[in-house]
């Protein structure tokens, strides 16, 4: 019985439900309004906390990401998917990792954002998932045409640690608050829930995407490669959890959420650059295997490749707000936009030299 009512799909299912409650409640305790959880918002934090960029109102280390590593590693271990590996073009990942980071940042939101700013009534995020959509397919027709980034191979055990590690040196510098680490003082860095709270929540998340190998990308990848629903609905049951979760804690009636495209809470309302910075976003996931947050569950697992991603991501945050790069409320940067289409010019050339070379 438990076979035939606990599928992998029902844990999908309501996987995606709960994190989408956890991410609207991260808002009810502290974090920013439709900021419950981003994996490229909180990655550009964490490198501004650590001083890779000096952006002031975007520097806290934020234990959801965190809890996110430790809990999908916990999963890893228990259900013996533990499995250092590596050695698929690193060097080529490293820089999709960060130009799909520049293209979150220009957007304001990653591919987990984007449902969650929906629920909040920011129909910008129609516009970014149509970007992300386009992005995907673009990239599904350089895997159909054999792209491939190569294949991974085994490495020491140690290695598939590293990421882990980073995580709990993470830990200690958010419990001690040494005098080098920087914490905002305005801003969204500023807006965060109590650390415990948004640790355990982490937690959590990680360990549910792991488990159910949730992915933001790759659900819309599975629906129009191979018609595989199955990702995709646990992108639906986030959305169906966090909106309904907006109401029930009185997001909407206080005025705190609204629907429309202008006022959204951090976020623009440039339809062309909101398209555009997410069908970078899209093509860079697929051409990668996976979204920010599938990237770092892969980490957390021991797959060293996608652990160069995460150093990409990271990288690509503090370049954006170093260079001026990143979006504010107010719309795009100058130099933002151009970024963008370097982004797709790359991403486009990577896989028209990797789908030759698979031939």
């Known amino acids: 019985m438990t076979n035939k009512y606990f599928t992998p799909k029902t844990w999908m299912i309501l996987g ?18 439709n900021m419950g959880f981003c994996s490229a918002c909180f990655l550009r934090d964490i490198t501004g906390a650590i001083g890779l960029h000096k952006a002031e109102v975007v520097q806290y280390i934020r234990p959801e990401i965190i809890g996110l590593i430790l809990g999908a590693l916990f999963s890893a271990l228990i259900f013996r998917e533990f499995k250092p590996r590596g050695g698929s073009s690193p060097l080529i990942r490293f820089f999709l990792g960060a130009f ?27 516009t970014a998932i149509i970007g992300l959509i386009g992005g995907i397919i673009v990239g599904i027709v350089f895997l159909r045409k054999g792209f ?31 005098p080098f680490i920087y914490f905002s003082q305005k801003g969204p860095g500023s807006q965060h829930a109590l650390l415990l709270i948004s640790l355990i929540a982490g937690l959590v998340i990680g360990f549910i995407a792991q488990k159910t190998r949730m ?22 049951a986030f959305f169906i959890g966090a909106l309904i979760t907006n109401y029930l804690t009185g997001g909407f009636s206080a005025g705190l959420y609204h629907w429309g ?3 959204q809470p951090i976020a623009h309302s440039d339809h062309l650059w909101n398209f555009a910075s997410m069908i970078l976003v899209g093509l860079s996931a697929t051409l990668l295997g996976g979204c920010p947050l599938r990237q770092m569950v892969l980490a957390s697992e021991g ?48 896989g028209f030299l990797q789908m030759e070379r698979s031939k």
Do not use: Q
Not at 109 to 126: F, M, W
Not at 152 to 178: C, D, E, N, R, T
């Open 16 to 33: 995606g439900l709960f994190f989408g409650i956890i991410a609207s409640m991260l808002t009810t305790w502290g974090n920013p309004l």
């Open 100 to 126: 799909m980071m520049i293209g979150a940042l220009v957007f304001l939101g990653c591919t987990v954002r984007a449902p969650l700013r929906l629920a909040g009534g920011d129909l910008n995020a129609v």
């Open 148 to 178: 491939s980034l190569g294949r991974a191979g085994k490495v020491i055990k140690i290695a598939g640690f590293i990421v882990p590690a980073v995580a709990l040196v993470l830990l200690l510098l958010v419990i001690f608050k040494p």
């Open 215 to 236: 992915c933001f990308a790759g659900g819309w990848r599975d629906i129009i490669l191979v018609r595989d629903y199955h990702l995709a609905s646990g992108i639906v």
């Open 261 to 263: 495209f202008e006022n």
């Open 303 to 350: 797959d060293t490749d996608a652990g160069i991603t995460f150093l990409g991501l990271a990288a690509g945050a503090a370049f954006a707000h170093n260079f001026f790069l990143a979006s504010s409320p107010k719309g795009p940067s100058v130099f933002g936009p151009v970024a963008v289409i370097i982004g797709l010019i790359i991403c486009l050339l990577i």
